[in-house]
């Protein structure tokens, strides 16, 4: 396991580079994010350890990243002053480009994996925004009427882009469709909806924090949030509510991130200081509604974990978690997947 301490920082979201598999990115802010600067950190795997490779200061807090897909040296930033600001790390001090067009903070940014061209934003205004990094400003604004925490485009299809909200519903929406009353708004699905062929006691609704995108079933999304429960669905069948239910972390769930080499294996990120990784049952045949299970837990945070992500290359199992805990951990699933 490697540790980077972001002294003074604590830690809202980490990213692995699409190109370089010794390249990380974490977005932090100063005071837990209430108030304060924020900092990018630009972090390099060596030998060694991890360095600080470079360092970018903004005048708010940050919350989310999003590598760009089409240039290896640009990311974009989510910001608590509703700023998105554009990064290039073969440049100092300052962004190649800002937009500010929400009116709240800005709580997940997600660069678009098919057509590479456009990224989206999400906003406690209740929109989400698509943009191009070479025009000033956005493409088009979806309205959500709730304050949206993760917004992501499908790893499948250029056109189709989720949320989850405060609501505790999850929407999908098609750009391909017409920009009618709905704005290509397709479907609203109640995350705490039950199995329909299960008899358990209903869940009043809770904000949902985090969701993400099967990387090998186009039409499977994981979603969770504060009632704690990790929920995978599939859109093809939104009536018969969640395939698997995942019990386990004692807060909040703050960050889901599929698996990019195993189809049914899935990590979390929790207020109870873990990262858990688990198996949605998929690989085993789970009927509809079965509980998945968990693989194993890393509790090495001292503090709120709030971000996670995968590496895309070399052996499967390498991943990295931040906290409020100043801490940057690197580490092996299958290290805790075996313990």
């Not at 005048?59 to 089409?70: A, G, H, T």
């Not at 002053?81 to 929400?102: A, C, M, R, Y």
């Not at 929406?173 to 009353?181: N, Y």
């Not at 960050?255 to 080499?261: I, V």
Request: aromatic share 10%; with cysteine; glycine share 6%.
């Amino acid at each position: 396991m490697l540790e980077f301490r972001t002294q003074g920082f604590n830690g809202y979201a980490v990213k692995y580079s699409p190109f370089f598999d010794s390249r990380i990115a974490v977005a932090s802010s100063a005071n837990f994010g209430l108030v304060g600067n924020g900092r990018l950190y630009i972090l390099g795997l060596t030998p060694k350890g991890i360095v600080a490779e470079k360092c970018f200061d903004t005048q708010d807090s940050l919350y989310d990243l999003s590598w760009s897909e089409v240039h290896e040296n640009q990311l974009v930033t989510a910001a608590g002053d509703g700023s998105i600001k554009l990064f290039d790390t073969n440049l100092d001090n300052f962004p190649v480009q800002s937009w500010q067009e929400h009116k709240r903070e800005v709580f997940s940014v997600h660069w678009n994996l098919i057509a590479k061209d456009t990224f989206c934003s999400s906003s406690w205004d209740g929109t989400i925004k698509i943009w191009s990094p070479t025009r000033n400003a956005s493409i088009l604004t979806l309205p959500t009427h709730s304050c949206t925490y993760s917004a992501s485009f499908s790893p499948h299809s250029p056109s189709l882009l989720s949320s989850v909200s405060s609501d505790s519903h999850l929407r999908l929406f098609d750009l391909r469709t017409p920009p009618s009353a709905s704005n290509h708004l397709t479907l609203t699905l109640p995350l705490h909806s039950n199995p329909t062929n299960k008899q358990q006691p209903s869940l009043p609704p809770s904000e949902a924090l985090t969701h993400d995108w099967n990387k090998y079933r186009p039409t499977i999304l994981a979603a969770a949030g504060v009632d704690r429960l990790i929920r995978t669905f599939d859109i093809r069948s939104p009536a018969q509510g969640p395939i698997a239910t995942l019990p386990g972390h004692d807060y909040a769930v703050r960050k889901l991130a599929w698996s990019p080499h195993l189809p049914d294996v899935l990590l979390s990120a929790s207020y109870d200081m873990t990262c858990r990784v688990w198996t949605d049952g998929s690989a085993m045949g789970v009927e509809m509604g079965e509980e998945g299970r968990q693989m194993g837990v890393m509790g090495l945070h001292t503090e709120f974990v709030t971000g996670v992500d995968w590496c895309l290359f070399g052996a499967e199992g390498w991943c990295a978690s931040c906290g409020w805990d100043e801490r940057l951990l690197v580490w092996d699933v299958r290290a805790i997947m075996a313990s």
